[in-house]
């Protein structure tokens, strides 16, 4: 049983933009996994005034960078023995493949079947992310 | 194997060897009329541009070459839904370099991750357009004598222009350009190309509404045309529209050397009484096309 306030083992997924959280929880597949997981939608933040959190009572084999293509803000916590082993900010991967998909209908993606969705990192500080094809900008909402 | 998909793709080396190679064209077009004798250039075109499909061939028959291709989608075989990746595996056996014009942006990148032979863009979508990038830079730097120490006033609809993108990510590599932006509020460059080219570059700009007052302080003056569709409401498009109207009159207030480049089709922005006006170099910048491309397909052909 998962302890929504506390967890012994496992990751939480903090700081994700209110409303996000099943969109990680779709990228993540976390459908599949066959521990607990809690999604807590709009909890109350200083920071940000609302958030989203996922929990995970066990461990997950995934790059997790790759959520900052999603959701720059997000932090990870790795939870072990009941206490935050590790808090972290995401590192941006300076390229994506088939994470995100490029939006713009007059992007050659738009009609070109089995073509990869690359993006690269245009912009570090503020966490851009260009189609290779078309340049255009991925947004994120 | 090189590709020229956008004009960055080119070190400003490689530029001015191919700037260099096409005025050594102009003056002397015999020693290049049979250089490309037995090459083929396949033009893929799927949307029609006559002005561009006509240049590259023009300037693959001035070597000696051949030329073959379509020039619509429906007369080829993306009508029957064949992906670029496919046609391009194919074309590649049929000819030894291809430029290819298409309406999806991002087409010639991935043409050119898939062929076997050179892929130059032809303009993709609202994207990209190389060659019209390296026309404008030859024209300038031919008729000015240098690509540095200029003040570049774009004019129009300097938004949905890929001319003029293109071009100002190309001119920020050179040293002391002065960029003046003009055009109406609805049309302004967009904010990733200020963010991410201009304000990181170190040559300086500045956006304006108003042409008249900047006129006198040009090298050069890009025109291009203000869409009455990009307006939400006729009004706005009544009021601003002549502002970016070029005629006699406003020529009066430029600088005598100052040149008016266009990369054409032109329909009403610059007035016809400027075609005679010996700064309106904009007919010239079309044939000098044709010298530019010519000097391309043999750098990419590695013949010259």
């Not at chain 1, 066990?58 to 808090?87: A, C, F, S, Y």
């Not at chain 2, 004598?145 to 609809?157: A, K, Q, S, W, Y």
């Not at chain 2, 500045?206 to 900047?214: I, Q, T």
């Amino acid at each position: 049983m998962l302890n929504i306030g506390g967890l012994n083992e496992g990751i939480v997924i903090d700081h994700i933009e209110a409303g996000g959280a099943m969109k990680i929880y779709s990228y993540l597949n976390l459908e599949k996994l066959d521990c607990s997981v809690a999604i807590i939608k709009n909890a109350k933040s200083n920071k940000m005034g609302k958030k989203d959190i996922i929990k995970i009572d066990g461990n997950l084999d995934m790059d997790l960078d790759i959520l900052g293509v999603l959701d720059r803000n997000i932090t990870v916590n790795i939870i072990e023995n009941g206490e935050i082993k590790r808090k972290r900010n995401l590192n941006l991967p300076d390229k994506v493949t088939n994470i995100i998909k490029c939006k713009n209908p007059r992007c050659i993606t738009s009609i070109e079947q089995d073509l990869p969705h690359i993006f690269k990192l245009t912009d570090k500080e503020k966490g851009v992310y260009r189609c290779v094809y078309c340049e255009q900008a991925f947004k994120r909402s | 194997m090189k590709h020229l998909i956008s004009p960055l793709d080119l070190s400003v080396t490689e530029l001015e060897d191919i700037l260099e190679l096409a005025d050594n064209i102009i003056n002397a077009p015999k020693n290049y009329s049979d250089i490309c004798h037995g090459k083929k250039l396949a033009t893929l075109f799927y949307e029609p541009s006559t002005r561009t499909r006509l240049s590259f061939e023009a300037a693959m028959l001035n070597l000696g070459g051949n030329v073959l291709g379509f020039s619509s989608a429906d007369s080829s075989s993306a009508a029957k839904g064949e992906s670029v990746a496919d046609t391009i595996r194919v074309i590649s056996s049929y000819a030894d370099i291809c430029a290819m014009r298409h309406p999806k942006e991002g087409a010639p990148l991935v043409a050119s991750t898939y062929s076997s032979i050179p892929v130059i863009n032809a303009g993709d979508g609202g994207h990209n357009h190389p060659t019209q990038t390296l026309t404008d830079l030859f024209t300038i730097s031919k008729l000015k004598g240098r690509l540095n120490n200029l003040t570049v006033g774009f004019c129009g609809d300097l938004k949905f222009g890929r001319t003029v993108h293109s071009l100002i990510n190309a001119l920020v590599r050179y040293e002391n350009i002065h960029f003046v932006l003009i055009s109406p509020e609805e049309l302004k460059i967009p904010a990733y190309l200020r963010e991410e080219v201009l304000d990181t570059s170190e040559n300086s700009y500045e956006e304006v509404r108003n042409l008249e007052a900047v006129l006198p302080s040009l090298d050069l003056l890009y025109m291009t045309r203000v869409q009455k569709e990009r307006f939400f409401n006729e009004e706005d498009y009544i009021r601003l529209k002549d502002s970016f109207i070029l005629d006699s009159k406003k020529m009066t207030l430029a600088k005598e050397d100052m040149l008016v480049l266009h990369p054409l089709p032109r329909v009403n922005e610059i007035a016809t009484e400027v075609d005679n006006d010996k700064r309106a170099v904009y007919f010239k910048q079309a044939e000098f096309g044709v010298y530019v491309r010519m000097a391309l397909i043999m750098k990419l052909l590695e013949v010259a």
